[in-house]
């Protein structure tokens, strides 16, 4: 049974002589052993903990002395192991978290005095100096025959690049590097993303351009993606839609939406307040969502898009009077900011709760609308703006939703009035 991590071996002694510890472990490998007592020609179940300026190894008897195991953070990959004789604390730290649990699992049975059969035994020998270097923090592997296929990734790993694998699903030894911050899965052929994606919760990057995505689950929008993802490529790639969920992943800064097959952005987009860089060019957008007049970027690039010319004239009545129960219900539902969720509602009725819309007048509403388009120039939510066509244009239509007539006749005569007509 071996460990790598990083340990430091503190005397509990030393604050009697006034003295502290370094507080700061070194990179060792661990070892559970037998061991022959040459002074009693007995053997034993010892530790060996190995680091670069020992190699060799410093032995600690296991057998009934063990004082305590402290073990509460033991899923960050953290533990102490307390010593009877001599009087010293193991502290390990940057572990592998189920390595960890099946090392002091053992080190547990070595105290108890298990037979030694059922226990799994290293042979004690130096270790090699790879063996105690420091954790792997960045890995690139830029060609199929340099993918690992029986070899683990290293678990410390922050920053991965696999790239011009042909990789047709993400790898779940990947989705096991909970360390990860950026995530480089461009240039493969990927068309799904499993949702255990979401469960890397230190993910701030992620990028999957060029690859050949359809859809980007609703899952990965209630993740802890949510609270992490800042930098998300989805350019190149066969996407038609986002969810209406995906506003959801509130720390985006800079999204990329290039090259797909977009037929509209997600209703609520305006929700993305921390968004700085926008791009969503070669798509096939024909008009944005209203709240699209709430983002504040830094760049915006919507070229190549067949936008429509808007006309405020030009409308879709889709009223009801009176305003049925539901669609009544609905608009309160949002209105007050009262909770919805699939268990206080059916799921279709919290999908239609999401798709909402909002009218001028700030009033939710749903199925009853009158909707139309106007002209916006895009200066006015961007710093930076990429031509819209090759005719020099900055503007593009966006969507206008109003709740009642009333609304719709009062935003008419704002019209006239800016000479709009």
């Not at 004082?67 to 193991?90: N, S």
């Not at 996407?239 to 097959?261: S, T």
């Not at 509602?345 to 819309?357: G, N, R, S, T, V």
């Not at 002209?375 to 939703?401: F, K, W």
């Amino acid at each position: 049974m071996k460990l790598q991590c990083d340990v430091e071996v503190v005397n509990r002694m030393l604050p009697t002589f006034g003295l502290k510890s370094k507080g700061k472990g070194n990179r060792a490998v661990l070892s559970i052993g037998k061991h022959m007592d040459k002074a009693t020609q007995r053997s034993s179940i010892y530790l060996l903990i190995c680091t670069t300026k020992d190699r060799a190894g410093s032995k600690y008897k296991l057998k009934e002395n063990i004082e305590k195991f402290f073990t509460w953070f033991v899923e960050e990959g953290k533990a102490t192991v307390r010593l009877k004789e001599p009087a010293v604390d193991i502290c390990l730290s940057k572990a592998d978290a189920n390595s960890l649990k099946s090392f002091l699992s053992a080190a547990r049975l070595a105290h108890r005095g298990a037979d030694i059969d059922s226990l799994p035994l290293s042979t004690f020998t130096p270790v090699r100096a790879r063996d105690v270097e420091k954790p792997k923090k960045k890995l690139t592997i830029m060609s199929k025959k340099d993918y690992p296929l029986t070899s683990n990734f290293p678990y410390s790993l922050e920053q991965l690049q696999v790239s011009y694998c042909r990789l047709s699903r993400v790898d779940m030894r990947i989705l096991s590097l909970k360390a990860l911050r950026r995530l480089d899965l461009s240039n493969n052929h990927i068309k799904k993303l499993p949702a255990t994606i979401g469960e890397l919760s230190c993910l701030a990057e992620l990028i999957l351009h060029n690859n050949h995505l359809e859809s980007f689950s609703e899952a990965l929008c209630h993740s802890t993606l949510q609270h992490s993802l800042q930098h998300l490529d989805l350019s190149q790639n066969q996407l038609h839609l986002l969810p209406a969920q995906f506003c959801q992943l509130r720390e985006l800064v800079n999204l990329k939406l290039d090259d797909n097959r977009l037929l509209r952005l997600p209703v609520h987009i305006g929700q993305l307040t921390k968004m700085r860089f926008l791009s969503a060019a070669h798509n096939q957008l024909t008009v944005l969502p209203g709240e699209f007049r709430k983002l504040a970027l830094e760049s915006l690039d919507l070229f190549g898009n067949p936008f429509t010319q808007p006309n405020p004239l030009d409308h879709t009545i889709q009223l009801t009077f009176p305003l049925s129960l539901q669609e009544q219900a609905s608009r309160a539902v949002l209105n007050f900011r009262l909770p919805y969720g699939p268990h206080l509602i059916p799921f279709h009725l919290c999908h239609e709760l999401d798709l909402a819309k909002v009218c001028d007048c700030g009033q939710a509403c749903l199925n009853s609308y009158i909707q139309t388009a106007v002209s916006m120039n895009l200066h006015l939510v961007s710093h930076t703006v990429v031509l819209v066509d090759d005719m020099g244009g900055t503007e593009a239509p966006v969507q206008r939703h109003f709740c009642s007539l009333m609304c719709y006749c009062e935003f008419l005569d704002s019209c006239v009035q800016r000479g709009l007509r």
